[in-house]
């Protein structure tokens, strides 16, 4: 007597009778390890499998799609609370003038002892504790042009920088990929350090996002322009904040505009690179911008002469 042919089950959940069948290998699946294909279905192993082989989908400046979640631009914005959260408990008993109660009216904060430690200045106190003009890398400090982009004066200051920082960020990462923002926006902050380096700062010392928000701003702009897209709505945002940056006392315009410059220039590597030589000319891009922040340092502060003056 024949037997009837046994009934199917799945491959990974035996205890299931099923008779369906993933399109690549042919093994029976369930319903709970089907994933629909554009042909019938697959199973776990085989969607891992092609996504191991597929190519993943590039932007046009070769970024990847996982760039659309603003993963690097929430990062960088909890990165600077947690800083701010860290200076205020540095600051102890003083943590509420280190919030508000300082520059433009009291709207900005103080220093406290993190902002000392990592602020950006131009004239620091040598070993022999005679102050040269120029000379602020004498104790090694060059720490500060890293650490003074994350560092706020105040609540209002932490505040404009971030929502900015969210308004701008995440289109740029969209378009470019997380690993092409983020040095962009890294290379944009430590080029309005150099230029506070150079140029000096208003009150001493400078910090804040606000160098590597205006590389940003920049970096939009080319961006817009080379996907043909209007720039009428940023534009104006941008006159308005230069206005600011040049109007009101405090404000380092230096570093506004060496991130802007700085941004700009990078940004136009990154979205201008021919797409058969894409890669390496943006990382050529991203050399060739160290070096001349090398350079800079170097023919800047060698240009000033080492005269002191009492701390």
Not at 64 to 87: C, D
Not at 237 to 259: A, E, K, M, P
Not at 280 to 288: E, F, L, S, Y
């Amino acid at each position: 007597m024949t037997q009837p042919p046994a009934v199917p089950v799945c491959y990974r959940h035996p205890d299931r009778e099923t008779y369906v069948r993933c399109t690549r290998c042919n093994r029976p699946i369930c319903p709970s390890c089907m994933n629909e294909a554009s042909v019938g279905f697959q199973c776990p192993e085989c969607v891992r499998e092609g996504s191991r082989t597929q190519r993943q989908a590039r932007t046009a400046f070769g970024g990847g799609q996982s760039g659309t979640r603003g993963t690097v631009t929430i990062t960088l914005i909890v990165i600077n609370v947690m800083v701010f959260l860290f200076s205020l408990v540095s600051a102890g008993r003083h943590a509420a003038e280190s919030v508000a109660g300082g520059g433009l009216g009291g709207l900005l904060g103080g220093s406290n002892p993190l902002t000392e430690w990592g602020a950006l200045t131009p004239y620091l106190a040598t070993r022999t504790h005679v102050r040269v003009a120029g000379n602020t890398f004498a104790d090694g400090d060059w720490y500060q042009l890293f650490t003074s982009m994350f560092l706020h004066y105040g609540l209002l200051h932490l505040g404009l920088n971030m929502w900015a920082l969210w308004v701008l960020g995440r289109p740029l990462e969209t378009a470019l990929g997380r690993l092409r923002f983020l040095a962009l926006y890294l290379l944009s902050g430590i080029g309005g350090g150099i230029a506070v380096l150079l140029l000096g700062a208003p009150n001493g010392a400078t910090a804040g996002a606000s160098g590597a928000v205006f590389g940003l701003f920049a970096a939009l702009i080319v961006v817009l322009r080379r996907m043909k897209a209007s720039i009428a709505g940023i534009l104006p945002v941008l006159v308005l904040n230069l206005i600011f940056s040049f109007s009101i006392s405090g404000v380092s315009w230096q570093g506004h505009i060496g991130g802007l410059i700085t941004g700009g220039i990078v940004a136009f590597g990154f979205a201008y690179a021919p797409r058969e030589r894409r890669n390496a000319i943006q990382i050529a891009t991203v050399v060739a911008t160290l070096v001349l922040f090398g350079i800079a340092i170097v023919a800047g502060l060698s240009s000033i002469p080492a005269v002191g003056y009492s701390a």
